[in-house]
């Protein structure tokens, strides 16, 4: 399982064996042991501050304590009511995703401090992924551009510079 | 203005006592001794691509003489691959995947030359002025520094061995000055190259070729244009070629003497990639997808991505007249 909850922080999981890593970590267990050390040493490889020793737990002792705030009840029709179990596996997830959030939010910080300078532009449109064969387009512009008659074949270096390259076929 | 100038002057002439090389007047100056150095030089090095966080090596021959000009690039970190390019084609070559890519150029015009014209953009479109010496890849550089005059281009600073002209540095800045990319030159010797360094590395026999089989083309007859050109910007060329395997295009490109943009037009028919219509960026490369008239546009830029996305909503297609 160890390995499982390695790829599934990697992202290399497939759709079904991430259910089942996920599944694994909802238990406090070795699972969920793995999960926080191979963060801890990922965030200390990144040089990130850590949170004090404990830091979920007690947050989520904390919350266990808080009265449950409930929002107003919708009028709703005898037939659309939750059994009570449900509701109560419903606080429980939403009190684990808490939990699980503040503990990864100083891991999500750097990017998102990243992100937001290029966000920052007033007239910046959502980008989209660029085209699966952009590669191409690159090197097919290139031998246009005034820059080789300043910097000879060097700008070319640019335009194949990236991992989907060669990964594509 | 003038203090900074003749500061810049006298802290150069100190620098560059020794050398016997003219002392370039002004900025349009050294730019002319980059380009000559580039056309007729031969060397070896070593260069820095930086480009956000992506740092890669490559080693870089030129050969000049009697036999034709020969330049060879090749890529040492990640993914190898190798650039070759002799009078009239450039080579791309991909040892991963087992691929050439086979670029032909059309026009007569002699790479890496420079065209009057495109000095003549350049100094239209830009502030050309003189900047800081300072000691690069152990030789002493003068700089020159191009300003844009609107916010539809980048900037640049250059700066040149003051001994031979050669370009050891180029920077691309944005209006904010954050750096766009970066080519640094670690180490490089002028001179004397033999043939067989200038020589790809790979025999490349059993990789599939992909020729792009460029073609001149007159795509406005076809019925396609630009409406509206991007101020600076002007067509350079235009080309019927293709891209990657098999699929045709045509290509269209724009340029204001130092950045240029290139306009793709392909059917859409027999694509079987996705096409996502819309602003995306590949490295330095800012790049607009959409579709007209049954077509994919894809016009891809070293420029900012509103000049990018500019030129992209003005291409048009008109059914040509009989």
């Known amino acids: 399982m160890k390995a499982k909850i390695s790829a599934l922080m990697d992202g290399e999981l ?3 064996e991430t259910g089942a890593a996920l599944a694994a970590l909802r238990d406090e267990g070795e699972a969920r042991a793995a999960w926080r050390r191979y963060n801890l040493i990922g965030d200390s490889m990144r040089a990130m501050p850590m949170l004090s020793e404990g830091f979920a737990a007690r947050v989520a002792a904390r919350i266990a304590q808080e009265p449950t705030v409930l929002a107003p009840a919708r009028r709703q029709r005898p037939f659309a009511q939750a059994p009570v179990w449900a ?5 429980s997830l939403a009190a684990v995703m808490l939990v699980g959030w503040l503990a990864f939010a100083p891991q999500d910080e750097p990017q998102l401090a990243k992100a937001a300078p290029q966000s920052a532009p007033a007239a910046e449109i959502a980008q989209v992924a660029p085209p699966d064969t952009a590669n191409d387009y690159l090197l097919a512009h290139q031998g246009y551009s005034p820059r080789n008659s300043l910097q000879g074949i060097a700008p070319y270096v640019r335009t194949v510079s990236t991992n989907t390259l060669g990964a594509r076929r | 203005m003038m203090r900074g ?12 006592a020794a050398q016997p090389q003219p002392q370039a007047a002004d900025g349009m100056a050294l730019l002319r001794r980059i380009y ?6 031969s060397y070896t090095g070593t260069f820095v691509y930086q480009q956000g966080e992506r740092s890669e090596t490559s080693r870089i021959t030129r050969r000049t003489g009697p036999g ?7 890529v040492l970190d990640g993914i190898p691959r190798e650039i070759v390019r002799t009078r009239d084609t450039v080579r791309c070559y991909l040892p991963e995947s087992q691929i050439v890519k086979v670029e032909r150029r059309v026009d007569q015009r002699a790479f890496p030359g420079v065209l009057p014209a495109q000095i003549a953009d350049l100094a239209q479109n830009y502030t050309v002025t003189r900047g800081e010496s300072r000691r690069i890849a152990g030789h002493d550089c003068e700089a020159v520094v191009l300003t844009p005059k609107d916010e539809l281009r980048y900037g640049y600073k250059l700066w040149a061995d003051a001994g031979s002209g050669m370009l050891l540095k180029a920077r691309t800045v944005d209006r904010k000055g954050n750096i766009i990319e970066q080519f640094t030159f670690a180490e490089f010797t002028i001179g004397n190259v033999p043939r067989d360094r200038v020589r790809a590395s790979h025999a490349a026999q059993r990789w599939r070729i992909e020729d792009a089989a460029v073609a001149p083309a007159d795509l406005a007859r076809a019925g396609w244009s630009v409406n509206a050109e991007l101020p600076g910007f002007r067509k350079v060329t235009e080309v019927t070629r293709k891209l990657g395997e098999s699929r045709p295009v045509g290509q269209m490109v724009y340029s204001d003497g130092m950045a240029a943009v290139s306009v793709f037009i392909e059917p859409m028919a027999g694509r079987s990639e996705a096409v996502r219509p819309g602003p995306s960026s590949l490295g330095a490369f800012q790049i607009y997808t959409r579709e007209v008239a049954n077509h994919i546009v894809t016009v891809v830029g070293e420029a900012p991505a509103a000049s990018v996305q500019r030129i992209a909503s003005q291409v048009e297609y008109r059914r040509p007249q009989q």
């Open chain 1, 14 to 16: 497939g759709q079904h």
């Open chain 1, 87 to 91: 509701l109560s596996a419903a606080a």
């Open chain 2, 5 to 16: 100038f003749g500061l810049a002057l006298a802290f150069c002439s100190g620098l560059c």
């Open chain 2, 36 to 41: 000559q150095a580039t056309e007729k030089l």
């Open chain 2, 68 to 74: 034709g000009d020969i330049e060879r690039v090749e």
